[in-house]
């Protein structure tokens, strides 16, 4: 069973900078996953932001403005996100699965999930 715990939420003004970390346990967490960064915006269904392999290959974010990165020892991996905007609040959940195949980003493929945690983009 893996579990995922994210952190670093909060709410800041447009323009300013968040870094969520998402800490990964259990008796596989060192065997190859794929690990991506969902969120829940108002008014939009869930989509996917960001993606990393464990190995750390295969790191691309949606936008500019994201950059995903992992820590393997730590068995943690990181969302940073630069000049966000109001559209970019919303629940923010990190997901793992062994293998990703095609479309990720729906996340219909992910059969692990954290319990998310809230980002606000207050003007």
């Known amino acids: 069973q893996v579990e995922l715990v994210e952190s670093g939420g909060g709410a800041v003004e447009p323009g300013g900078s968040l870094k969520l970390t998402c800490s990964l346990s259990?008796?596989?967490?060192?065997?190859?996953?794929?690990i991506a960064w969902f969120r829940q915006t108002p008014g939009h269904g869930r989509e996917g932001v960001a993606l990393?392999?464990?190995?750390?290959g295969g790191a691309h974010a949606v936008t500019g403005r994201f950059v995903i990165t992992r820590n393997y020892n730590k068995n943690l991996v990181y969302l940073t996100m630069n000049n966000l905007k109001v559209e970019d609040r919303g629940l923010y959940y990190c997901?793992?699965?062994?293998?990703?195949?095609?479309?990720?980003?729906?996340?219909?493929?992910?059969?692990?999930w954290g319990q998310g945690i809230q980002v606000a983009v207050i003007s």
């Open positions: 997901a793992a699965e062994q293998k990703i195949v095609g479309v990720w980003f729906l996340g219909t493929q992910f059969g692990y």
């Open positions: 259990g008796p596989t967490v060192r065997d190859h996953y794929y």
């Open positions: 990393i392999h464990s190995t750390g």
